[in-house]
């Protein structure tokens, strides 16, 4: 079992960058696919991008490619998501979320971080 811990979510201007880690507890965090979700009210959580156990693979939604960075750094256990140019529309909660298959399910997920984008 894994637990996770996100932050760096805030207020940014259009335009502007974050960068979001996720720090797991426990020893097997190489051995877990990684990704990043998101939501806004009264909509799906939308997967943003996931990341291989070994890192060596990503994935990126349309939406978000050649602006979202997907990362990991398995000594130190933890995930991030640099992310650039920002639009009001990547307004949401960000979770991240670990599985033991790169295709899901997902059974462990943080408890979630704003991120708030102004035009």
């Known amino acids: 079992q894994v637990q996770l811990v996100e932050s760096g979510g805030g207020l940014v201007q259009a335009g502007g960058s974050l960068r979001l880690s996720c720090v797991a507890s426990g020893r097997t965090f190489r051995s877990y696919a990684m990704g990043w979700f998101r939501q806004t009210p009264g909509k799906e959580r939308e997967l943003v991008t996931r990341i291989t156990a070994s890192g060596g693979s990503t994935y990126y939604v349309d939406s978000v490619k050649g602006r979202f960075t997907i990362s990991r750094d398995n000594a130190k256990n933890t995930v991030y998501l640099q992310m650039s140019s920002l639009k009001p529309e990547d307004t949401a909660v960000y979770y991240c979320?670990?599985?033991?298959?790169?295709?899901?399910?997902?059974?462990?997920w943080g408890q979630g971080t704003q991120v708030t984008v102004s035009s």
């Open positions: 979320a670990a599985a033991l298959s790169w295709a899901g399910p997902y059974p462990y």
